[in-house]
């Protein structure tokens, strides 16, 4: 069975540039996250969704970033335009549980480098 | 705000000692769960625990929660090279409980 796709896997852009990452999660996943995970830091939740509902973005800078998932399958992170600080790995999440009940699976992550 | 500590932050251990990672919430948790990120990897699943005061079990790796559901712990007995890694606890608060916090990670290197 694939486990979560994550692309692109690294991405260098300059200051004020737009970037997406692309997220596949595990077949029959209804729950998915998007987490940003900075060097020697734990993941920190953006945005949660059940299915293609948004259900938690409280931590989703909304001025910058959006986030959408289709059909309640793929998902995409944009960030437009990103800054210095956002240089981070994103890592996205599926679960089959809805909410904290069960396993996170993670997919390798995009590591975005801002110039 | 709610935070999930984790001490200590860094650990050196020559292989064969053991090994103890301690995570304190400050609030309840409803859950807790533990996962591994080794270095330039992803975090990946350990383990879950649910019922105050459980403990279990998994080789040479044993996860307690506590009984009052605000801390927890991870002991490796006689560690090798593959225990290295950064390992988190995380859980959802039990008073909202899809508002999950990851600690920030203990990161344990074995000398061979």
């Known amino acids: 069975e694939a486990g979560v796709v994550q692309s692109p896997r690294y991405k260098i852009i300059e200051k004020k540039q737009p970037v997406a990452f692309w997220c596949n999660p595990i077949?029959?996943?209804?729950?998915l996250y998007w987490y940003l995970q900075n060097l020697g830091q734990g993941p920190e939740l953006l945005i949660r969704y059940e299915n293609e509902e948004a259900v938690d973005d409280s931590q989703l800078p909304k001025d910058r970033f959006s986030a959408e998932r289709l059909k309640g399958v793929d998902s995409t992170l944009k960030i437009q335009p990103a800054e210095l600080g956002d240089s981070a790995v994103y890592l996205c999440a599926s679960s089959l549980h809805r909410g904290f009940a069960g396993e996170l699976f993670f997919g390798e992550g995009s590591r975005l480098t801002v110039l | 705000g709610q935070q999930v500590m984790q001490i200590p932050q860094y650990q050196h251990v020559q292989e064969g000692e053991d090994f103890t990672t301690y995570c304190n919430s400050s609030?309840?948790?409803?859950?807790i769960q533990w996962y591994k990120q080794r270095p330039g990897g992803h975090p990946v699943f350990l383990i879950q625990l649910v019922k105050s005061g459980e403990v279990k079990k998994q080789k040479r790796l044993t996860f307690q929660f506590g009984e009052a559901k605000k801390n927890s712990s991870l002991h490796i007995t006689a560690t090798q090279t593959t225990d290295v890694g950064t390992y988190f606890c995380?859980?959802?608060?039990?008073?909202?409980?899809?508002?999950?916090?990851f600690g920030p990670g203990t990161s344990l290197s074995v000398i061979p």
């Open positions: 077949s029959g996943h209804n729950t």
């Open positions: 609030t309840t948790l409803s859950n």
């Open positions: 995380a859980g959802p608060l039990e008073s909202s409980y899809d508002k999950v916090i």
